[in-house]
């Protein structure tokens, strides 16, 4: 059987501004998204006030006028290093590591009782404490026989007081855990799949393990019965130490003004257009579609993609296409909220055909692009800005 655990930095970006400044321990303070638009990770204190995710700032401003709130722009480069750094002590206790994201990882324990001759509570506990004393952060652990019970572990772990940030489920109390928990708690059933399930009258993952997979794979698929049997003890998502390729990198943001300036949006269509492909050469791919959205003060989202004439992830040859379908989508008449580039058709390097005809100039600027890496790496993401900005700026 195997065991699986589950491993959930607490509200991760207050907890890191927290590490770098103790001050702010203990009272209500809020990350703030790009360009500080809203809300994405808050402290025990803010949530006891109120503020929810994805708030935005000016509305919790005006809401909360009178609480002593700390509201902080986001610092994504100081999350990735600590969390390169809590990923890296996770992989000292077992290879078996799965970065689910920034801030939360499954392991594969199994077997790991007998090499460490401790119980699996005392290693899931260890592994907090060591976290904790080392790196400076909170986490929560759930473990578990498969991923979908060791996510509603660690849930049960953050929520529970008496837990200590660590919950285990075990097959023997499955049935009551099953019983005793809302099919919305479940990970993997949002919304829409939950207001299937109360359709047919089911609201406890208890009623979900009694139907039949021929019921469920006709309700919902393969999915539904794959979660029958997660949520039964038996393990169908493994550990994936080695993570599977995006299928698709984009980047976005809002601007911090709605704006109609051409250049303006130009530029920072490039940025991301810069940031996607430092991302590519960074996980060895190469993209063969690539899309420019554009997102108006109403909401509207416009949105165009090309087809390239081979995969790449040169910025200077992607930026003459990107500049096409902008002149065809933007109006001046517009007022535009944000701005994101799209690269799809992602195929590894080293897999991807080389161009028969590639000419000098395109030799020239892969050796640009490849520089301009090293000089970020050295000074910064930020220590080189695209041509067009300072021109207009002049």
């Not at 065809?328 to 390097?349: N, V």
Request: hydrophobic residues 35%.
């Amino acid at each position: 059987m195997a065991e699986i655990a589950l491993v959930d930095c607490n509200n991760f970006f207050v907890s890191c501004e927290q590490l770098m400044n103790p001050d702010l321990l203990g009272k209500p303070v809020c990350v703030l998204s790009n360009n500080d638009g809203c809300v994405v990770a808050r402290s025990n204190e803010a949530k006891k006030l109120g503020i929810t995710m994805g708030m935005p700032l000016f509305m919790a401003k005006k809401q909360f006028r009178n609480a002593p709130v700390i509201y902080l722009s986001g610092r994504h480069e100081l999350y990735r290093d600590i969390s390169k750094r809590i990923m890296k002590k996770l992989s000292s206790f077992t290879p078996a590591v799965e970065v689910y994201s920034i801030d939360e990882a499954f392991l594969d324990l199994s077997g790991l009782k007998k090499l460490y001759r401790m119980s699996f509570k005392e290693i899931i506990l260890k592994i907090k404490n060591d976290i904790k004393e080392e790196i400076g952060i909170p986490v929560s652990i759930g473990l578990a026989p498969t991923k979908t019970l060791a996510k509603l572990a660690c849930e049960k772990a953050k929520k529970l007081p008496y837990t200590n940030g660590i919950y285990r489920i075990r097959l023997r109390n499955l049935e009551e855990e099953m019983y005793n928990t809302p099919i919305e708690d479940i990970w993997g059933v949002g919304k829409n799949t939950a207001a299937l399930f109360h359709k047919y009258g089911i609201y406890k993952a208890s009623e979900i393990v009694k139907q039949s997979d021929f019921w469920l794979d006709k309700i919902w698929g393969k999915k539904g019965v794959e979660l029958k049997q997660e949520l039964e003890g038996i393990s169908v998502y493994p550990v994936v130490d080695k993570p599977a390729l995006p299928k698709s990198i984009q980047r976005t943001s809002s601007f911090p003004q709605f704006s109609t300036d051409k250049h303006y949006i130009k530029t920072q269509l490039h940025t991301h257009l810069h940031d996607t492909c430092r991302k590519l050469r960074k996980e060895k791919l190469k993209s063969e579609i690539i899309g420019v959205m554009l997102k108006t003060k109403d909401f509207l989202v416009l949105s165009e993609s090309i087809v390239l004439p081979q995969p790449t992830d040169n910025e200077m040859i992607i930026m003459e296409y990107i500049d096409k379908l902008f002149e065809r989508m933007y109006k001046p008449e517009i007022i535009y909220r944000s701005s994101g580039i799209y690269a799809g058709k992602l195929s590894p390097a080293e897999t991807t055909q080389l161009f028969l005809f590639q000419n000098e100039k395109d030799k020239k600027t892969e050796k640009l692009t490849k520089l301009w890496d090293k000089i970020e790496k050295k000074y910064g993401t930020k220590s080189l800005q695209i041509g067009t900005y300072f021109i207009h700026n002049e």
